[in-house]
């Protein structure tokens, strides 16, 4: 028999006994859309983990430091690299350098020093850090209440939340609900800070350093003076912008070019001392990557430099095989209830049988080989499994839409941003529809069989 | 050269017997349904199976229908021997060869009456507008073109009969075996469709085997009557139609 009359014999054979065909059909589906709600949770997941490693820049950072820097975080130069009082300097010649290297979008100094604040007049000790303006999009300052710095030389400041919460002594016991950003923002946005900090200035003269001790000056001289610089808060962040950075985080953030103009005086200045240089010296830099995939390159190419390097590329590899064992977890559990409804596409064709026993003798007095009669009772596996599967597509994307919706509601209320983490890609739709057509063909393999098996002198007498 | 005899239409055989069996097993018991009963029959001819019932006379047509194989014996339909065919084969013979009709009409209740006529068509795979031109066709000769879209439920027996008559000769079948065919029809609408199936043998040269255990209706339609008895052989005599004037 031909497909398309294969098709038309088999639907008309569905509708014949609508009720149990539908509800074995709706079986299917409820099997297809368990599989699919499972499926698209994961993958949901899994993009908005990408997408949020993406845009936290742990995946497209390498932070460089040189050897000489004895903060170094790689194990590996501990032991195989130079030693440190041979390792390369990094100033400003290696920033520009390593700028310039193919597929870095940028490389900025880290400033991060740690000094007071003063907030009407009270003071406040913390670590300060430097952002450069691409540091708008990292996703901690979503959900930031004010406004991203509109220059890099702007005399503004963005606090972190649990700062704010210290300026304005709210900071709540352990245990106890975080206050909500905007209320912290309130009272602080627009307001001024005062900066004291420790400037590193030139030196007036050499003969006059020299003058002050016996000793011959053989590297650079400058002196230190105390400064105060006024900020305005901008913005507060609800979010860590720092948290891999752990117990060097900064809490205040600077507009870059502002805090290299300061020249405030950092630790390494004390620890390049006996360099005769003026040129600025970097504990160590930020290095973004265009693309998270080149980052091994760049890496490789900057240690290469002899610098130390660290990223948490690798990080990523165990997260994808994490999602690939939960995807299997998800795909399993999913499963377990189209499997179920395949036993109802046995059962259903099985009652068929017993029921058109006589219909299949006369088809084969008529001409109807085994074959055919396979094929129809095939075919009307398939329909009920292709049917099933669209519903199902259907009734778990809505599921989703559904859960998403109540999830958003959810976070709205906790003043969290919406997420977007359930995610029907076309090739799920194709493969959920697919293995329904596949299950249900496996399930009329033994209905099939034993239909075209049937013998015709029986089947005609059967009433 | 020696001369061709001039001897107008040579009676080739249709089917051929010999020593047919069919044995079931029941428990401890065999039955002999068909028990050596070797037989020939020439193409054109109208034939009737008479027997009690229990005679055996229904398994012989399955036989002959290629429905059952014999346990023993050979069957030859058409230089076919059934019983070397592979099931696939069989249903092929059943497809193009042979037309049936039952005593149940045994029509698919699902279907129109179209669709049932046509639905041999579909196993043979003849695309959907010559299967309904054919269709239509075998409905017209059976007088049933009005009711094509009706369903089996909705006729009357005899409209039933004649659809599954139509059906028969869809694909235009050497050999029309009918089970029975008047059982469940009054002796009016009987006479219908005997009649038709008597001039499907007159005019379109079908073999036309019958099972019947009523002799009148055989005696009127039939050339030939076969008489079995515990699935043997007892009689095999020539009729000449019309004779007994009429069914009862």
């Not at chain 1, 901008?234 to 948290?243: M, T």
């Not at chain 1, 200045?269 to 010296?281: F, G, H, K, N, T």
């Not at chain 1, 009329?444 to 002198?457: E, H, I, Q, S, T």
């Amino acid at each position: 028999m031909k497909l398309p009359d294969l098709t038309e014999l088999a639907l008309r054979n569905l509708r014949e006994s609508l009720l149990r065909n539908s509800l074995t059909t709706v079986g299917i589906s409820v099997g297809v859309a368990s599989l699919v709600a499972m499926l698209s949770l994961g993958i949901g997941l899994q993009q908005m983990a990408s997408r949020r490693l993406v845009k936290s820049g742990l995946f497209d950072t390498i932070i460089v430091s040189s050897r000489r820097e004895m903060r170094g975080m790689g194990r590996e130069e501990e032991r195989n690299g130079p030693i440190p009082g041979e390792s390369r300097i990094l100033d400003e010649p290696a920033r520009l350098e390593i700028g310039r290297l193919e597929n870095v979008s940028e490389a900025y100094p880290d400033i991060r020093f740690a000094t007071e604040l003063r907030f009407e007049d009270r003071p406040h000790l913390t670590m300060i850090s430097a952002l450069p303006l691409s540091a708008r999009t990292n996703d901690a300052f979503e959900g930031m209440q004010g406004r991203f710095f509109s220059s890099e030389s702007e005399p503004g400041v963005i606090l972190q939340k649990s700062f704010a919460e210290e300026l304005l002594g709210r900071t709540p016991p352990l245990g106890q609900p975080e206050p909500n950003v905007a209320e912290l923002a309130k009272p602080l946005l627009g307001k001024e800070l005062l900066m004291r900090y420790a400037q590193r200035a030139a030196a007036q003269s050499a003969a006059e350093a020299s003058n002050s001790d016996s000793n011959e000056l053989i590297g650079a001289s400058y002196s230190v003076v105390s400064r105060e610089q006024k900020l305005t808060i901008v913005g507060v962040a609800d979010l860590d912008p720092e948290s891999m950075r752990g117990p060097t985080r900064a809490k205040v953030f600077l507009p870059l070019k502002l805090a290299e103009s300061l020249h405030v005086m950092l630790p390494t200045d004390l620890r390049e001392i006996a360099r005769a240089s003026d040129q600025p010296v970097y504990s160590s830099i930020s290095v973004r990557v265009k693309n998270p995939a080149q980052i091994q390159a760049v890496e490789d190419k900057i240690k290469k430099m002899g610098f130390t390097t660290f990223s948490i590329a690798d990080a990523s590899k165990g997260l994808r095989q994490f999602f690939g064992v939960l995807y299997a977890f998800l795909g399993i559990f999913g499963s377990l209830a189209l499997i179920v409804a395949s036993i109802g596409i046995v059962n259903t064709l099985v009652m068929a049988i017993l029921e058109r026993r006589r219909e299949i003798g006369i088809m084969k007095a008529i001409g109807a080989s085994d074959a055919d009669v396979r094929k129809l009772f095939f075919a009307e596996a398939g329909a009920m499994g292709v049917l099933g599967g669209m519903l199902g597509v259907i009734l778990g994307w809505a599921i989703g839409q559904a859960i998403n919706f109540g999830t958003n509601v959810y976070l709205r209320r906790q003043s969290l941003p919406a997420e977007h983490f359930w995610a029907v890609p076309w090739w799920l739709v194709a493969f959920a529809i697919g293995f329904a057509f596949v299950v249900s063909l496996v399930s009329g393999l033994y209905p099939a069989g034993r239909a075209a098996k049937l013998d015709p002198v029986q089947a005609l007498r059967y009433e | 050269m020696t001369t061709v005899p001039a001897v107008p239409a040579i009676r080739t055989i249709a089917i051929r017997s010999d020593n047919l069996c069919r044995h079931y097993r029941m428990g401890e018991n065999v039955i002999r349904a068909v028990d050596g009963v070797s037989l020939e029959v020439q193409s054109g001819e109208f034939l009737a199976l008479l027997g009690s019932s229990g005679s055996g006379k229904s398994s012989m047509l399955n036989l002959i229908a290629g429905l059952d194989r014999p346990t023993s014996g050979s069957v030859i339909v058409q230089d076919r021997d059934l019983a070397k065919l592979s099931r696939e084969e069989l249903a092929k013979y059943r497809l193009h060869v042979v037309g049936m009709v039952f005593q149940s009409f045994n029509l698919i209740a699902s279907m129109t009456v179209i669709e049932n006529v046509e639905l041999p068509l579909r196993f043979a795979e003849v695309d959907r507008a010559r299967r309904q031109s054919l269709a239509r066709e075998a409905l017209e000769r059976v007088g049933l073109k009005a009711r094509m879209d009706h369903r089996p439920s909705e006729l009357s027996g005899g409209e039933q009969q004649r659809a599954a008559l139509a059906r028969a000769l869809i694909n235009r079948p050497q050999l029309l075996l009918a089970d029975e065919p008047t059982g469940n029809l009054d002796s009016r609408t009987g006479t219908e469709i005997m009649d038709m199936v008597g001039s499907f043998n007159r005019e379109l040269g079908m073999t036309v085997v019958m099972v019947t255990h009523e002799r009148t209706l055989a005696e009127r339609y039939a050339g030939r009557m076969i008489f079995l008895a515990d699935g043997k052989l007892v009689d095999d005599r020539p009729n000449r139609p019309g004779s007994a004037g009429g069914l009862r």
